[in-house]
C-alpha cells in the first residue's frame, strides 16, 4: 500500500486526473524534489484507475517538467522551478489550504506589465489598418456593453488577443496564451478586482490608434498606462485579501 494518501478518480479523463492530482502535489511539496514517485502498479491501486492512465499522466508530468524517467522506468520528482514552464501557473495561484498565493500573482502582474507594452508595440509595428478596424469594432462593444462588467472582460481579453496574433512574435503568443490560461482559472475571482482596467477604454483606444497610424512608441506608451491601472487595482485588491488571512 501506498505511503502517500490518494483519492480515487471517477472522472471520465481518467489521465487528466491522475495528472492534475500528482501535479498539485509536486507543486505544493507533498511530493518532493529528488523522491522517486511511487511506481505505476502502486499509483494505480492508490487512485483507482489502470495502469494506462497513470502512464499517460506520467508522460504528461515529464513535458511539464515535474518528473525524469530514469532508466529501468523509474520516475523521480524534479525540481518544477528549475525544469517547469508558464504551464504550471494555474496549479500555484492557490496553496492546498485554500489561501491565494498572492506572491504568484503578483509575479503574474508583473510578466503581464512587462510583456503589454511591448505587445501593443509589435502590433502597431505590424498591424495597419486592417487590425485598427477590429480593434474599434470591440471598443464599440465595449462602450455598448459599459454596464455589463463580465462582457467588457471578456471583449477586454479578445482585444488584446488581437494585438499578440497580429504582433509577429510567437514567444509573445505563446506568454499570452499561457497567462489567458491562468487568468480563467481565477475569471470571476479578478471581474470585480479588474473593473477600472476593464473599464479604460481611452487607453486601449490610443492603442488602436497607434495600430492604425504604425506608431510604435505610442502603442507602447498606452499599452502601459493599461495594464498599470489593473496592477494597482489588484495589488489593493491581494492586500485586503491577505489582511482576512489570504482566503479566496
Known amino acids: ?60 508530468l515529464q513535458q511539464a517538467g515535474l518528473v525524469a524517467v530514469r532508466q529501468g522506468g523509474n520516475s523521480v520528482v524534479l525540481d518544477y522551478l528549475n525544469e517547469g514552464g508558464l504551464e ?17 500573482v503578483r509575479s503574474i502582474m ?33 462602450r455598448e456593453r459599459a454596464d455589463e462588467l463580465s462582457a ?3 471583449l477586454a481579453l479578445e482585444f488584446w488577443k488581437k494585438l499578440v496574433e497580429h504582433g509577429g512574435n510567437i514567444a509573445f503568443r505563446l506568454a499570452f496564451n499561457s497567462m489567458t490560461k491562468t487568468y480563467r482559472a481565477v475569471w470571476d475571482t479578478l471581474t470585480v478586482a479588474l473593473e477600472a ?17 504604425g506608431d510604435e512608441p505610442a502603442a507602447r506608451s498606452a499599452g502601459r498606462r493599461h495594464v498599470e491601472i489593473g496592477r ?13 488571512g489570504g482566503r479566496v
Open 1 to 60: 500500500m501506498s505511503r502517500y494518501t490518494f483519492s480515487a478518480v471517477r472522472k471520465a479523463s481518467l489521465s487528466d486526473a491522475v495528472y492534475r492530482q500528482i501535479a498539485h502535489k509536486i507543486l505544493h511539496g507533498e511530493l518532493a524534489a529528488g523522491a522517486p514517485l511511487p511506481a505505476e502498479r502502486e499509483l494505480s491501486a492508490a487512485l483507482g484507475v489502470n495502469r494506462g492512465a497513470v502512464r499517460e499522466a506520467i508522460k504528461r
Open 88 to 104: 504550471l501557473l494555474p496549479n500555484l495561484l492557490v496553496h492546498a489550504d485554500g489561501r491565494l498565493n498572492a506572491p504568484v
Open 152 to 154: 467588457l472582460q471578456a
Open 110 to 142: 508583473a510578466m503581464r506589465s512587462a510583456l503589454a507594452p511591448d505587445i501593443a508595440a509589435a502590433a502597431a509595428k505590424r498591424g495597419g489598418a486592417r487590425l485598427a478596424d477590429e480593434l474599434d469594432a470591440i471598443l464599440a462593444h465595449m
Open 232 to 244: 494597482l487595482a489588484l495589488e489593493r485588491a491581494l492586500d485586503a485579501v491577505e489582511a482576512q
Open 197 to 213: 482596467e476593464f473599464r479604460d477604454t481611452e487607453n486601449l483606444s490610443a492603442i488602436a490608434r497607434a495600430v492604425r497610424g
